[in-house]
């Protein structure tokens, strides 16, 4: 079973029982779902210890809070009560809404006066290109760069939801990262991550996670689990216990988070250095890894903004890329995609800027159509830039991939482009040439 709280009232002689799947709300404007359960002995009421296999209730139980109650009304659809708990203080009422199902409500103000609530969803912060490490190291963290997907996860009561760049809720297409809201437990947490995919050598891959992204069907993602399992890499903290971090420095958010120890099968926080992105450039390299992350340590968390208080350093050069198009192949490829053509927004018009052939898995080759086919247009999407090629198909410049290359020419083409996936989590009009800082 999943976790949850029991919430008993000692009455004639038992203890009257609701089980409480989100926990005592904290906030009057946030009830929570009670299910009215029977009684228990009065010897469960201090229990905790280990319940076997095949007896109800099975699994750790442990005493969140105990006090003692005084009884304001208690009626068979409404029990109002005032909670002296060593936790948990004040004024609430259960009311019935329908057979087992109750409601639990706090009537009395939040017991911290400056206690914030959750937000609903966040923007991530994003990092500037960088050709190099920055001068000034010791005003820096460094972390590794993840080749994965952006997702922020919202933790409460137990559960957790995972949110896209795109604001899309994505939690069903991870079942493995649920895990992690039994072993957070009652931390109200928002934590900034990346889910990944991780190679037969260790190594993250964007490729071997297109897997998976896009998927929405559950008996297509129970499958997928077995061939491609993800995991969930935490790298910033946004929000603890009814207060956000943001406004903190990202030393102080960084150690916050370390202190919370959130490491299991399918999630772990990886460690920040503070001071040597030498040695964390060159381990990356070492381990085939995308890079690295240079966090200014006295950066405040700024949702939705590209700031150079955060640097990406890449070992390979890559970025974002809007599809507009594509050439038919030929040989090999004869009736297929032979190379897609691509371009990036400056101001309103976007910009032609080369074309990729390589890279493509069968798998995508298979799927590419399918999303290009019902974005066909009679005129390129290109305003700007040197002309696409003749023989071109043009679509509708609504998708976007993620590619590597060596280097922009002079003439503002890629050079050796290689295609690594679609990032179905990005805004085509988003998409600008990067240019390091």
């Known amino acids: 079973t999943s976790l949850h709280w029991d919430f008993r009232l000692e009455r004639d002689g038992v203890l009257v029982s609701w089980a409480v799947p989100k926990g005592i709300p904290p906030d009057p404007k946030k009830n929570h779902l009670a299910v009215h359960v029977e009684d228990h002995p009065l010897s469960y009421i201090d229990f905790g210890g280990e319940i076997p296999e095949g007896n109800y209730g099975a699994g750790q139980v442990s005493v969140w809070d105990k006090g003692t109650y005084e009884v304001v009304k208690w009626t068979d659809r409404e029990v109002m009560v005032v909670l002296h708990g060593k936790r948990v203080e004040g004024r609430y009422v259960l009311f019935q809404t329908g057979g ?14 400056t206690r914030e609530p959750m937000p609903e969803r966040v923007d991530p912060m994003k990092a500037k290109l960088a050709s190099g490490l920055p001068r000034d190291q ?75 992204i896009g998927l929405n069907s559950e008996v297509d993602i129970r499958r997928k689990m077995k061939e491609i399992p993800v995991g969930y890499v935490i790298f910033d903290l946004l929000y603890l216990d009814g207060h956000s971090t943001m406004p903190l420095t990202y030393a102080e958010r960084r150690r916050l988070l370390d202190a919370l120890k959130l490491k299991g099968r399918f999630w772990q926080t990886p460690p920040s250095t503070a001071g040597d992105g030498t040695a964390t450039l060159a381990t990356s390299r070492q381990l085939g890894f995308e890079g690295v992350m240079a966090k200014r340590l006295d950066s405040i968390y700024q949702p939705g903004k590209r700031s150079d208080a955060w640097l990406k350093i890449k070992n390979h050069q890559g970025q974002e890329l809007v599809i507009g198009g594509w050439l038919p192949g030929g ?59 003749k023989g071109a198909i043009f679509v509708e410049p609504r998708l976007v991939g993620e590619f590597e290359f060596a280097e922009w020419t002079r003439s503002g083409q890629l050079r050796q482009p290689s295609f690594k996936g679609l990032r179905e989590d990005k805004d085509p009009r988003t998409v600008v040439r990067e240019s390091p800082t």
Not at 100 to 113: F, G, V
Not at 349 to 363: H, I, P, Q, W
Request: glycine share 12%; aromatic share 10%; proline share 7%.
């Open 100 to 113: 087992k199902n109750w409601m639990i409500h706090r009537m009395d103000p939040p017991q911290d006066a």
């Open 331 to 389: 040989g090999a490829r004869e009736g297929r995609i032979g190379a897609l053509l691509v371009g990036y927004y400056d101001g309103p018009k976007l910009v032609y800027a080369g074309k990729v052939g390589t890279g493509f898995t069968e798998k995508m080759l298979e799927r590419l159509p399918s999303l290009l086919e019902p974005l066909r247009r009679g005129s390129p999407p290109f305003e700007a830039g040197m002309k696409p090629p």
């Open 138 to 212: 010791k005003s820096y963290g460094f972390e590794f760069k993840w080749d994965g997907a952006r997702a922020v996860a919202f933790c409460s009561g137990g559960r957790v939801r995972l949110q896209s760049r795109s604001f899309e809720d994505i939690t069903a297409r991870y079942p493995e990262v649920r895990e992690m809201g039994a072993a957070i437990g009652s931390h109200e947490l928002v934590l900034d991550g990346e889910v990944i995919a991780v190679d037969k050598n260790g190594r993250p891959s964007f490729e071997l996670l297109q897997g998976r």
